[in-house]
């Protein structure tokens, strides 16, 4: 016997794994075992543990089950204490296992014979097996218990034509159990009789045979892969389905089914059929994925199954998630000016299009590289995933290099994020449609003669690159004001909503930069594509059949967008004020403070933040100002005019290492007195937005998370244990269940709306960003331009050209 009492890290990983693999299930898994592993005070587990253990789930191998069983480990569980539990919540399987590995187990060493036997004769079946002494037998006849049958032995004496048929041992030792093999006993009729002939009936009876075989297939992209592989034979045979020579780990029944096929998908499968005897093979078919639109099949293929005829089908999206990034702040080169209105323009225009909004401003290298890996873990087989940048760039030997805003002087690749790395990663994930819109620069990069040596790219047919500037080209922004678009954003914002495939909408925002004159020559959209199917952005979302897959994404998704809660600090003297939060980007809040109520002999006050967390730095001349322009936000737009209204805006929220605390400072004056008088009270929201996911910190190798670990969502399989979207509100904070159950599940949160009955609700709105001479500019005037500023008879508009090009040659 083993050691019931050693703790559950003595199992070691296989049976910690096998375990966790039993738990993963909604029925009865892992969240049933962590309620009743409560019972006792050590291993119970607050909301956000469990929320962690339901977020392992998105890793390539994670499982909710072993992340508890690793919990319980730490805390200083037996073995015994969770056979307990097990027993308890009646996981039979689970019970049976964890008995089998702690205790000597089972092993069949003689197995029962099929026999062929007169009728009226005797026949014995012997079933010899080693384990735990004390073992015990049950006979089976097909599903019926032979009654007294209960050693190692069983006798059929004398044998009857109603005895003959299939029998099996079963020998168990508590809940630890082993079947021995089937035996068939034939009844022969009695007397000496040819037994060849009836021993050839009779061995037949071992042969494995399909019976049907699967066949070819034509589906269109969207529809349901479903073809069978039966066969017959005893023992009962066998399955595992093979994608490609690949076997699919899951796909180990008769029927194999996909319910959302993508051109993945497309191409040779076949079935191994097995038993303990034999091994056979299916027929090799192949599975062609077509396009959208079932009116373009072909009819009548020999040896296709075409799908229902369903005119002018579109395309869905399992879920679309975007991530923009925005530099504008560098540490050793040129400013820039459109990044912050060019993520905010797309932000709002994605949103009305059903993406999950990732929008960021101003991230160094470790920033960008882990804000792609948390982006990553949002996508999933069917996807549409859409990468933009804004910002400076190079391309060097056809590789895109987006520059973070800490590159030095003189950098190379090794500063800075490859686009064609974080494609080759987006492939891995299945997605339906990959989109990167590239604001940058292309041209060379004279510091860096690396040439770059990509991986393998997997041959796909979703790609869309839409480049800002042509190759060696430049791109350009308007210098209007502090609020002004890139020129690339200035035509896409204008397309962006049409419905249209990806590749048409994109085709038409070139034709419309090169009918402007002033971009004539200088700046060029240059699109590449490998997109084979009728893929647009205006595509609906059409979720997977597993719903666990999309709740655990949007609530990796929204826990990363929660805004604390508004609320009411209430001073000793008498005056209540409010304190209330907006998002302008996912790293960038707006907090701000209004006097909603005062005592009728205080003649002043006004409510000032200050003593901010040490590890976060604070521009003091955006804090307390009196609009949200005066505290650097030009985008946010708010009536304070009713109240008197306070505005502070914390920025790079990503660098935020522990909760963000402030000290609201009153400072009010009586009527009766002429000094001033101070009240303070301390307040702390967290880590509030983007700040959860300590982008700062530096990822693990071949991990997409560090925060809530990797996550690659079809190589991933979700178990059904994961939370159902009630569950998953029912375990999240107010703010974040409400996040995750949003309509559109907004970036912000509906910046600008705040619960105030003294101000009526208001759409956050970009402003205008360019000029509108700009956009009906007549192209017969003579127009010229170059990188830093345009020249007659352009001098009377308010704006100019800068380039984002910001390497220099030595």
Same mark, same amino acid.
């Given at each position: &016997?083993?050691?019931w009492?050693?703790?559950?890290?003595g199992l070691?990983e296989?049976?910690l794994?096998?375990?966790?693999?039993?738990l993963?299930?909604?029925?009865?898994?892992?969240?049933?075992? +962590?309620a009743t592993?409560?019972?006792?005070?050590?291993?119970?587990?607050?909301?956000?543990?469990?929320?962690?253990?339901s977020?392992?789930?998105?890793?390539?191998?994670?499982s909710?089950?072993?992340?508890?069983? +690793?919990?319980?480990?730490?805390?200083?569980?037996?073995?015994?204490?969770?056979?307990?539990?097990?027993?308890k919540?009646e996981? =039979?399987?689970?019970?049976? /296992?964890?008995?089998?590995?702690?205790?000597?187990?089972?092993r069949?060493?003689?197995?029962?014979?099929?026999?062929?036997?007169?009728?009226?004769e005797?026949?014995?079946l012997r079933?010899?097996a080693k384990?735990p002494?004390?073992?015990?037998?049950?006979?089976?006849?097909?599903?019926e *218990?032979?009654?007294?049958a209960?050693?190692?032995?069983?006798?059929?004496?004398p044998?009857?034509?109603?005895?003959?048929?299939?029998?099996?041992?079963?020998?168990?030792?508590?809940?630890?159990?082993?079947?021995?093999?089937?035996?068939?006993?034939h009844?022969?009729?009695?007397?000496?009789?040819?037994?060849?002939?009836?021993?050839?009936?009779?061995?037949?009876?071992?042969?494995?045979?399909?019976?049907q075989?699967?066949? =070819?297939?034509?589906?269109?992209e969207?529809d349901?892969l479903h073809m069978?592989?039966?066969?017959?034979?005893?023992?009962?045979?066998?399955?595992q389905?093979?994608?490609?020579?690949?076997?699919?780990?899951p796909?180990?029944?008769?029927?194999?089914?996909?319910?959302?096929?993508?051109?993945?998908d497309?191409? %040779?499968?076949?079935?191994r059929? /097995?038993?303990?005897?034999?091994?056979?093979?299916?027929d090799?078919?192949?599975?062609?994925?077509?396009?959208g639109?079932?009116?373009s099949?072909?009819?009548n293929?020999e040896?296709?199954?075409?799908?229902?005829v369903?005119?002018h089908?579109?395309?869905?999206a399992?879920?679309?998630?975007?991530?923009?990034?925005?530099?504008?702040?560098?540490?050793?080169?040129?400013?820039? $000016?459109?990044?912050?209105?060019?993520?905010?323009?797309?932000?709002?225009?994605?949103?009305?299009?059903?993406f999950k909004?990732?929008?960021l401003?101003d991230?160094n290298?470790?920033?960008?590289?882990?804000a792609?890996?948390?982006?990553l @873990?949002?996508?999933d %087989?069917?996807?549409?995933?859409?990468?933009?940048?804004?910002g400076?760039g190079?391309?060097? /030997?056809?590789?895109?290099?987006?520059?973070?805003?800490?590159a030095?002087?003189s950098y !190379?690749?090794?500063?800075?994020? #490859?686009?064609?790395?974080?494609?080759?990663?987006?492939q891995?994930?299945?997605?339906?449609?990959?989109v990167?819109?590239?604001?940058?620069?292309r041209?060379?990069?004279?510091?860096?003669?690396i040439?770059?040596?990509?991986g393998?790219?997997k041959?796909?047919?979703?790609i869309?690159?839409?480049?800002?500037?042509?190759?060696?080209?430049?791109a350009?922004?308007v210098?209007?004001?502090d609020?002004t678009?890139?020129?690339?954003?200035?035509?896409?914002?204008?397309?962006?909503?049409?419905?249209?495939?990806?590749?048409?909408?994109?085709?038409?925002?070139?034709?419309? &930069?090169?009918?402007?004159?002033?971009?004539r020559?200088?700046?060029a959209?240059?699109?590449?594509?490998?997109?084979?199917?009728?893929?647009a952005?205006?595509d609906?979302?059409?979720s997977?059949?597993?719903?666990?897959?999309?709740?655990? $994404?949007?609530?990796?998704?929204?826990?990363a967008?929660v805004?604390?809660?508004?609320?009411?600090?209430e001073f000793?003297?008498?005056?209540?004020?409010?304190?209330?939060?907006?998002?302008?980007?996912?790293?960038?809040?707006?907090?701000?403070? %209004?006097?909603?109520?005062?005592?009728?002999n205080?003649i002043s006050?006004?409510?000032?933040?200050?003593?901010?967390?040490e590890d976060?730095h604070?521009?003091l001349k955006?804090?307390n100002?009196?609009?949200? #322009?005066? +505290?650097?936000?030009?985008? @946010?737009s708010m009536?304070?005019?009713c109240?008197? !209204?306070? /505005?502070?805006?914390?920025?790079?929220?990503?660098?935020?290492?522990?909760?963000?605390?402030?000290?609201?400072?009153?400072?009010y004056?009586?009527?009766?007195?002429?000094?001033?008088?101070r009240?303070?009270?301390?307040?702390?929201?967290?880590?509030?937005?983007?700040?959860?996911?300590?982008?700062? *910190?530096?990822r693990m190798?071949?991990?997409?998370?560090?925060?809530?670990s990797?996550?690659?969502?079809?190589?991933?399989?979700?178990?059904?244990?994961?939370?159902?979207p009630e569950?998953?509100?029912?375990?999240?904070?107010?703010?974040?269940?409400?996040?995750?159950t949003?309509?559109c599940?907004?970036?912000?949160?509906?910046?600008?709306?705040?619960?105030?009955?003294h101000?009526?609700?208001?759409?956050?709105?970009p402003e205008?960003?360019?000029?509108?001479?700009y956009?009906?500019?007549?192209?017969?005037?003579p127009?010229?331009?170059n990188?830093?500023?345009?020249?007659?008879?352009?001098?009377?508009?308010?704006?100019?050209f800068? !380039?984002?090009?910001?390497?220099?040659?030595?």
């Amino acid at each position: &016997m083993g050691d019931w009492n050693q703790s559950l890290a003595g199992l070691g990983e296989g049976a910690l794994r096998k375990l966790a693999d039993l738990l993963d299930n909604p029925g009865c898994g892992w969240k049933q075992l +962590a309620a009743t592993a409560a019972e006792k005070p050590e291993f119970r587990y607050s909301e956000k543990k469990l929320v962690s253990c339901s977020l392992e789930a998105l890793k390539p191998t994670g499982s909710p089950g072993r992340f508890l069983l +690793a919990m319980l480990a730490d805390q200083g569980c037996s073995v015994d204490f969770l056979l307990h539990c097990l027993r308890k919540m009646e996981h =039979h399987d689970a019970v049976q /296992y964890l008995t089998s590995t702690v205790t000597e187990q089972i092993r069949i060493t003689g197995q029962p014979e099929s026999r062929l036997v007169p009728e009226g004769e005797s026949v014995i079946l012997r079933c010899q097996a080693k384990g735990p002494a004390g073992l015990g037998y049950q006979w089976f006849k097909g599903k019926e *218990e032979v009654p007294g049958a209960n050693g190692p032995e069983l006798v059929l004496r004398p044998l009857t034509s109603a005895q003959q048929g299939h029998y099996i041992c079963r020998v168990n030792y508590g809940e630890q159990f082993a079947f021995s093999q089937w035996a068939r006993i034939h009844c022969a009729g009695g007397g000496s009789f040819g037994a060849n002939i009836g021993l050839s009936s009779f061995s037949s009876v071992r042969v494995l045979r399909i019976v049907q075989q699967p066949r =070819h297939l034509f589906l269109a992209e969207g529809d349901c892969l479903h073809m069978e592989c039966i066969a017959e034979g005893s023992p009962p045979p066998q399955y595992q389905w093979y994608h490609n020579k690949d076997p699919l780990p899951p796909a180990i029944q008769s029927c194999l089914k996909i319910p959302c096929v993508t051109t993945a998908d497309r191409g %040779r499968y076949s079935c191994r059929v /097995y038993n303990i005897f034999n091994e056979l093979w299916s027929d090799e078919v192949h599975v062609s994925i077509g396009p959208g639109s079932c009116d373009s099949w072909p009819e009548n293929v020999e040896g296709f199954a075409a799908g229902p005829v369903k005119e002018h089908r579109r395309f869905y999206a399992t879920d679309k998630v975007a991530l923009l990034i925005g530099n504008m702040n560098y540490q050793h080169h040129r400013q820039l $000016r459109a990044p912050m209105a060019d993520v905010h323009e797309l932000t709002n225009l994605l949103r009305q299009l059903d993406f999950k909004v990732v929008s960021l401003l101003d991230l160094n290298w470790q920033e960008m590289r882990s804000a792609v890996t948390e982006f990553l @873990l949002l996508l999933d %087989r069917g996807v549409y995933g859409l990468l933009y940048f804004a910002g400076h760039g190079y391309e060097n /030997y056809g590789s895109s290099f987006m520059v973070p805003i800490d590159a030095p002087a003189s950098y !190379t690749s090794e500063h800075c994020l #490859r686009v064609q790395d974080v494609l080759q990663r987006m492939q891995e994930r299945q997605t339906g449609l990959n989109v990167f819109l590239l604001d940058m620069c292309r041209k060379r990069n004279l510091n860096d003669a690396i040439i770059p040596q990509p991986g393998p790219m997997k041959v796909t047919a979703n790609i869309v690159f839409g480049y800002a500037t042509c190759v060696d080209a430049e791109a350009y922004e308007v210098n209007k004001d502090d609020l002004t678009n890139g020129i690339f954003m200035s035509f896409l914002k204008q397309r962006l909503l049409e419905d249209e495939k990806v590749t048409v909408m994109l085709d038409r925002v070139a034709e419309d &930069m090169g009918h402007c004159e002033i971009t004539r020559g200088r700046q060029a959209l240059e699109l590449r594509s490998n997109l084979s199917e009728r893929r647009a952005l205006t595509d609906l979302i059409q979720s997977s059949s597993c719903p666990v897959t999309t709740c655990a $994404r949007n609530l990796q998704w929204s826990i990363a967008h929660v805004l604390p809660d508004s609320r009411c600090l209430e001073f000793d003297c008498g005056v209540r004020v409010q304190l209330g939060f907006a998002a302008e980007f996912s790293n960038i809040m707006i907090i701000y403070t %209004r006097i909603v109520e005062k005592p009728s002999n205080i003649i002043s006050c006004s409510a000032l933040l200050s003593d901010f967390s040490e590890d976060f730095h604070m521009d003091l001349k955006l804090t307390n100002q009196q609009s949200p #322009r005066e +505290a650097g936000s030009w985008l @946010l737009s708010m009536d304070s005019a009713c109240v008197p !209204t306070l /505005y502070t805006r914390f920025s790079a929220l990503q660098k935020l290492k522990k909760e963000l605390t402030f000290n609201v400072c009153l400072h009010y004056r009586y009527n009766s007195m002429d000094d001033e008088v101070r009240e303070k009270q301390m307040v702390s929201v967290g880590k509030p937005l983007v700040a959860k996911l300590n982008l700062h *910190e530096p990822r693990m190798p071949h991990c997409l998370s560090a925060t809530y670990s990797s996550c690659e969502p079809h190589s991933f399989s979700l178990p059904d244990s994961s939370f159902s979207p009630e569950q998953l509100n029912s375990r999240l904070p107010t703010s974040e269940s409400q996040s995750l159950t949003s309509a559109c599940l907004a970036c912000y949160s509906k910046p600008g709306e705040y619960p105030d009955a003294h101000c009526p609700r208001r759409a956050n709105l970009p402003e205008e960003s360019i000029s509108p001479e700009y956009l009906q500019m007549d192209a017969t005037l003579p127009l010229q331009l170059n990188a830093n500023r345009m020249h007659s008879p352009l001098e009377n508009l308010s704006f100019q050209f800068h !380039t984002k090009q910001n390497f220099h040659s030595v």
